[in-house]
Nanobody, 122 residues
Framework: EVQLVESGGGMVQPGGSLRLSCVTS????????IGWFHQAPGKDREGVSC????????VYADSVTGRFTVSSDSAKNTVYLQMKSLKVEDTGVYYC???????????????WGKGTAVTVSS
């Protein structure tokens, strides 16, 4: 059974930083992609990043490029989303998800975590 569990959310002031974690289990193939997604209050879920497990190559949404960084600890089966220079509009729930491809974004992910909430507010 594939499981993804996010943690690390919380409240932070604008300009602050947070690091989210996504612990994965049951993903037997390195050919899975791990995506981070953001759902702002009242809005659709949108892609933040997509990482290929086998190469650790990551692509980012334009809105987070230069501010967010994905890293991985294979020994811990954990993918991290380091978020810096946070903005009020980064508020929402962050989900990690896994699939054989990120090409279809939200609609193509096979497995989802339950999310972790981030609030950016002064």
């Amino acid at each position: 059974e594939v499981q993804l569990v996010e943690s690390g959310g919380g409240m932070v002031q604008p300009g602050g930083s947070l690091r989210l974690s996504c612990v994965t289990s049951g993903l037997t193939s390195l050919e899975y992609y791990i995506g981070w997604f953001h759902q702002a209050p009242g809005k659709d879920r949108e892609g933040v990043s997509c990482t290929r497990r086998s190469t650790h190559h990551t692509v980012y949404a334009d809105s987070v490029t230069g501010r967010f960084t994905v890293s991985s600890d294979s020994a811990k089966n954990t993918v991290y989303l380091q978020m810096k220079s946070l903005k009020v509009e980064d508020t929402g729930v962050y989900y990690c998800a896994a699939s054989r491809s990120c090409a279809l974004g939200v609609y193509g992910m096979d497995y989802w975590g339950k999310g972790t909430a981030v609030t950016v507010s002064s």
